[in-house]
């Protein structure tokens, strides 16, 4: 079982996120979205404090999200453009 917890962000807001309280390691380790405008960090056990104040997801919502939105977060399959 998946125990992270998922905050999607704006990628304008990755330089306020402390990289030592989230699993990715930095800004160029995240998911973006396809127009970059969006991405998400995780974390196990406590909310970070840099991220109060933001919705939490939990494994089964962020991938929800990611299927809801897919035009957003997945590269077109070129054999289908």
């Excluded at 998946?2 to 309280?21: E, H, Q, R």
């Excluded at 995240?30 to 919705?55: A, H, M, Q, W």
Aim: with cysteine; hydrophobic share 35%; net charge negative.
């Amino acid at each position: 079982m998946n125990d992270y917890k998922y905050i999607i962000i704006p990628t304008a807001d990755l330089s306020g996120v402390d990289f030592a309280c989230v699993r990715e390691s930095g800004p160029d380790t995240v998911r973006r979205s396809i127009d970059g405008l969006e991405t998400f960090v995780s974390y196990l056990g406590n909310k970070p404090r840099c991220l109060y104040g933001l919705e939490v997801k939990d494994h089964t919502a962020i991938m929800a999200y990611l299927k809801t939105n897919s035009a957003n977060w997945e590269q077109p399959d070129p054999s289908e453009i």
